[in-house]
T-cell receptor, first 112, second 115 residues
């Protein structure tokens, strides 16, 4: 079965540094998403992306966050200046014409 | 706003026993409801979804869930647990009118299956 690939699986960064999390969605999918899960908390929606623009974002997704689909295969989440509270597991997901999200296995981000 | 509550963060059953994972939702508009499963070191995988058609929804791996509007519930069941069902299960809701994929998740239930 096709899968969503996320790299790296673990990333450690210093507070205030920029970080880019990378995802390769399933090739014929049209909708792309980022979710995150802080340790011990619920999985939270961050942003959805369709037709090269953000279709919806949560309150968490402030000006420090941005998403991009730089080419036909990658989908990235950038955090401009990381804070301690950004430490979480970040999940990328994609879906086609049917509302069935395929999630990657996540990138564990640790901000020190 | 919508929300999801999963009753029981851990559920333990014996192999062959009934699996029942509880989910209650809150939504001001008719909801779309989902169950996802996460196996260790993998992403979340869709088990089944309710989208206002039949109230009893059948999913993969023998799981099913029943939408009960009067009880605002969407409990997940499987008649006979298998060792391979051990995983974390997430209930999620999307309010009608919001964009595809904007899901609100419950906190998850870890299912342990004993031989």
């Amino acid at each position: 079965e096709p899968e969503v690939t996320q790299t790296p699986s673990h990333q450690v960064t210093q507070m205030g540094q920029e970080v880019i999390l990378r995802c390769v969605p399933i090739s014929n999918h049209l909708y792309f998403y980022w979710y995150r899960q802080i340790l011990g908390q619920k999985v939270e929606f961050l942003v959805s992306f369709y037709n090269n623009e953000i279709s919806e974002k949560s309150e968490i997704f402030d000006d420090q966050f941005s998403v991009e689909r730089p080419d036909g295969s990658n989908f990235t989440l950038k955090i401009r200046s990381t804070k301690l509270e950004d430490s979480a597991m970040y999940f990328c997901a994609s879906s086609g014409t049917v509302e069935k999200l395929f999630f990657g296995s996540g990138t564990q981000l640790s901000v020190l | 706003a919508q929300s999801v509550t999963q009753l029981g963060s851990h559920v333990s059953v014996s192999e062959g026993a009934l699996v029942l994972l509880r989910c209650n939702y809150s939504s001001s508009v008719p909801p779309y409801l989902f169950w996802y499963v996460q196996y260790p070191n993998q992403g979340l995988q869709l088990l089944l979804k309710y989208t206002s058609a039949a109230t009893l929804v059948k999913g993969i791996n023998g799981f099913e869930a029943e939408f009960k509007k009067s009880e605002t519930s969407f409990h997940l069941t499987k008649p006979s647990a298998h060792m391979s069902d051990a995983a974390e299960y997430f209930c999620a809701v999307r309010a009608g009118g919001t964009s595809y994929g904007k899901l609100t998740f419950g906190q998850g239930t870890i299912l342990t299956v004993h031989p």
